[in-house]
């Protein structure tokens, strides 16, 4: 079975930071591309960030950029998110996602491209 599992959320003061992991089983990590997209209540979920699978290529969502940083281990099957200067409009669950591309290089910044899903972890950022 495909699974992705989240980890690393939890509650933090404004200006704080947190990392979450994504850690793959069930599937070929290193043939997927990774994105992180969040939830807040009542909200739409957004695209936060995305890695190829390479690791050689990123991007990051506007409201995030500067602020997070995306990485991998494939040895590890897992993905990384480190959040730095965070603030209470970052508070929300944050789902990893994989899609399985061809090019090393691929990224993807659309949510609906994505095929497997982690449950998500909550973060909380107290202002």
């Known amino acids: 079975e495909e699974q992705l599992v989240e980890s690393g959320g939890g509650l933090v003061q404004a200006g704080g930071s947190l990392r979450l992991s994504c850690t793959a089983s069930?599937?070929?990590?290193?043939?997927?591309?990774i994105g992180w997209l969040r939830q807040a209540p009542g909200k739409e979920r957004l695209f936060v960030a995305t890695?190829?699978?390479?690791?050689?290529?990123?991007n990051y969502g506007d409201s995030v950029k500067g602020r997070f940083t995306i990485s991998r281990d494939n040895a590890k099957n897992t993905v990384y998110l480190q959040m730095n200067s965070l603030k209470p409009v970052d508070t929300a669950v944050y789902y990893c996602?994989?899609?399985?591309?061809?090019?090393?290089?691929?990224?993807?910044?659309?949510?609906?491209?994505?095929?497997?899903w982690g449950q998500g972890t909550q973060v909380t950022v107290s202002s």
């Open positions: 996602a994989a899609d399985r591309t061809y090019y090393g290089f691929s990224i993807e910044t659309r949510q609906n491209e994505y095929e497997v």
């Open positions: 069930g599937l070929s990590f290193d043939e997927y591309t």
């Open positions: 890695i190829s699978k390479d690791t050689t290529n990123s």
